[in-house]
């Protein structure tokens, strides 16, 4: 039993992994660590890229829950969770 367990762990770890290996999402998350939590527009734009392609990107960290967002008036506010450790690891792999 404790080892399904812990499969089921890694399997999170993995899924995890797989959302944050993208330059762009990467780039992201520094930003939310360096800076804290931010708008699509002000990422898009720090960025450089089209807002829709932020707004994929940020679902798919949204999925395996490593970011929320927060709805403040007409916009969505993005923040780190802490799910998988990620400003641990963003701070000490980037």
Known sequence: MAEKKSY?????????LKAIAHPVRLCILRGLVQEGPSNVGKMQTCLDIPQATVSQHLAKMKAVGIIKGKRKGTQVVYKLTSVGNIEQLIRTFL
Not at 8 to 16: C, G, H, P, R, T
């Open 8 to 16: 089921e762990s890694l399997e999170l770890k993995a899924e995890i």
